[in-house]
């Protein structure tokens, strides 16, 4: 089984699970759609254990026990082919115009269905191109068991959060090294990522924070001068 079978089926299973509690049917797709940064929908990669890439405008639909199909620009292909994890289909669009027409042909014959979508991850815009090519079909919100399902660590997020913790402590010597007066906040947060990328990340996670003197009471502070 693939990664993204086996996410897929993770997260069909938590649903069967809390149908009864939430009074709620069984959806019978799951559709993750992307707008323009920063309204990318992180439960995309997660699904398709993809590691880099933006995947603007991109679509992904799954159902419990049939094909995931991923639906990219021109612009990531290479990327999507490319994926060590890949577990799914893979469809290529010119622009919006064109998704919108491979989209109609997928769901076809799913209008009347029940559609499962991540509603705090969807805008307006998407939910409305989702809805007006399924007129008949109930669009409900399967985010509580994405998000349940990502909470659970498989064995690839583990090792990859080991990955990760081991390039940030092999960073950490360097940034304590460059410490001295006149330094700033901004310089030493970029050494902190230079330092990380240079022993295999990707990118941080987040941006670091980095706080001098009274600055260190914000727990999320962004660093500066």
């Known amino acids: 089984m693939t990664l993204t079978e086996d996410r897929v089926r993770k997260i069909f299973r938590l649903l069967d699970k809390d149908s009864e509690v939430r009074d709620q049917q069984l959806p019978d797709l799951l559709v993750l759609r992307n707008s323009t940064a920063p309204h990318v929908d992180q439960s995309f990669f997660y699904v398709t254990g993809l590691d880099s890439g933006t995947f603007e405008g991109c679509m992904l639909i799954a159902s419990p026990n049939g094909p995931t199909t ?14 060590k994890n890949s577990g799914y289909d893979l469809q290529t669009f010119r622009d919006r115009k064109h998704l919108s027409e491979l989209v109609r042909n997928e769901l076809g014959n799913c209008d009347g269905k029940i559609i499962g979508i991540n509603s705090s991850e969807l805008t307006h815009q998407a939910f409305l191109e989702i809805k007006n090519a399924l007129p008949n079909s ?4 399967v985010g509580y068991a994405i998000l349940k399902a990502r909470m659970i660590k498989d064995q ?7 990955e990760a913790a081991n ?3 092999l960073a950490y010597p360097r940034v304590v090294e460059i ?11 970029a050494e902190l990522i230079y330092s990380m ?3 295999g ?3 941080p996670s987040f941006d670091p924070i980095v706080a001098f003197g009274s600055n260190s009471a914000e727990p999320h502070y962004s660093p500066g001068e």
């Open 156 to 162: 690839t997020e583990i090792l990859s959060l080991r």
């Open 138 to 141: 109930q669009l409900v919100d």
């Open 70 to 83: 991923l639906y990219t620009s021109m612009l990531e292909e290479l990327t999507a082919r490319r994926s």
């Open 167 to 169: 390039q940030a402590s």
């Open 179 to 189: 410490l001295k007066e006149g330094i700033t906040e901004s310089e030493v947060a």
């Open 197 to 199: 990328q240079k022993e």
């Open 201 to 203: 990340a990707g990118g």
